[in-house]
Nanobody, 124 residues
Framework: QWQLVESGGGSVQAGDSLRLSCAAS????????MAWFRQAPGKEREFVAA????????YDSDSVKDRFTISRDNAANTLYLQMNSLKPEDTALYCC?????????????????WGKGTQVTVSS
C-alpha cells in the first residue's frame, strides 16, 4: 500500500518561509515522479511543482516560480517543498502526489497516489 503523509504546514505572515515534507512508504519512492498540488477553498486543485525520479529535473508553476523549490531525498523516501516569500494567495491545502508515468506533469489526472495534505495559511 502506497502511503504519502505531508507535514510542515502552518499559519505564517506574508514574507515568511515554510518547508513542507511528504514522507512516502510502501513502494519504491525513487521509481515515481513526484509533485505538489494545492487547493484553496472554493477553487480547483492546482499544480505547484514536480520533480523527476532522480531529482535532476524540476518544473514549477508560474505562480510559485523563484519562490518555491521542490526537492527529494530518495534515500529518505521524502519529498520537500521549500516555500519562501509567502503570499496570502498561497493559502491552501498542499498535497503531494506520485505518478509512475504521466505525459503531463501539471495534470492531476496523471497522478495515481495522493496524500491527505497539510494546511498552509498566510496572513497579510
Amino acid at each position: 500500500q502506497w502511503q504519502l503523509v505531508e507535514s510542515g504546514g502552518g499559519s505564517v505572515q506574508a514574507g515568511d518561509s515554510l518547508r513542507l515534507s511528504c514522507a512516502a512508504s510502501g513502494r519504491s519512492f525513487s521509481g515515481y515522479t513526484m509533485a505538489w498540488f494545492r487547493q484553496a477553498p472554493g477553487k480547483e486543485r492546482e499544480f505547484v511543482a514536480a520533480i523527476s525520479r532522480s531529482g535532476v529535473s524540476t518544473y514549477d508553476s508560474d505562480s510559485v516560480k523563484d519562490r518555491f523549490t521542490i526537492s527529494r531525498d530518495n534515500a529518505a523516501n521524502t519529498l520537500y517543498l521549500q516555500m519562501n516569500s509567502l503570499k496570502p494567495e498561497d493559502t491552501a491545502l498542499y498535497c503531494c502526489a506520485a505518478a509512475w508515468s504521466t505525459s503531463d506533469l501539471t495534470q492531476r489526472s496523471g497522478y495515481g497516489y495522493w496524500g491527505k495534505g497539510t494546511q498552509v495559511t498566510v496572513s497579510s
